[in-house]
């Protein structure tokens, strides 16, 4: 007898143990997986010239003369990342020429110290001077500022400029990883024929 009650008691245990977990489960509510996507994409010339028509304030093109030629090149990367959350989010990236020679990626403020040091602004033409601001301006706008940043919810883009010497020698590999700090992480890998 004694053998029976200990037994119906573990039963009963057990299913009061069974139902309580079903009501906590069904009373919390349910969470919304987040939605985060990115996306990467290699600009060509059309692209970088939609940014700005204008090729003395595009910062996206290489800077050269008739008698110079160009000295670097670069290398565009549009990066679009959709998220429904403010979060933290990591860039970054690696390039290299056939040689294994790596080509740097510069941030927004590597890229506006490139521009002062290949720009002739002690000129006091007031178009060369409008073209710069305008070169800075829209770097500060579109690059991407630092390896890493808060973004809010909705769409943002960001642009990374890979600057090598002209011509980057070819085939080139680049990988652009895009981290989160809820642990999302994306790569892309580009071969540059």
């Given at each position: 007898m004694k053998r029976r009650s200990?037994?119906?008691f573990i039963t009963a245990s057990f299913l009061l143990l069974a139902v309580s977990v079903l009501v906590s489960c069904s009373s919390q509510p349910k969470n919304v997986p987040a939605t985060y996507a990115v996306d990467i994409q290699k600009l060509d010339q059309q692209a970088i010239f939609a940014l700005q028509p204008n090729r003395d304030a595009n910062p996206f093109v290489?800077?050269?003369s008739l008698l110079r030629g160009k000295i670097n090149e670069f290398v565009v990367f549009r990066i679009d990342i959709f998220n429904n959350l403010s979060?933290?989010?990591r860039i970054d990236s690696i390039m290299q020429d056939r040689d294994q020679n790596y080509i740097d990626a510069y941030f927004a403020d590597k890229l506006v110290e490139y521009w002062d040091q290949n720009s002739t602004r002690t000129s006091t033409d007031k178009a060369t001077l409008t073209s710069y601001a305008k070169k800075v301006s829209l770097i500060?706008?579109?690059v991407v500022p630092y390896a890493t940043i808060p973004i809010e919810p909705g769409k943002s883009t960001y642009y990374l400029v890979f600057v090598g010497p002209y011509p980057?020698?070819?085939p080139a590999k680049?990988?652009?990883d895009v981290s989160t700090d809820d642990g999302e992480y994306?790569?892309?890998e580009f071969a540059l024929q």
């Open positions: 200990i037994f119906n290489e800077p050269g979060r933290t989010i500060k706008k579109l980057i020698k070819r680049a990988q652009i994306n790569s892309f």
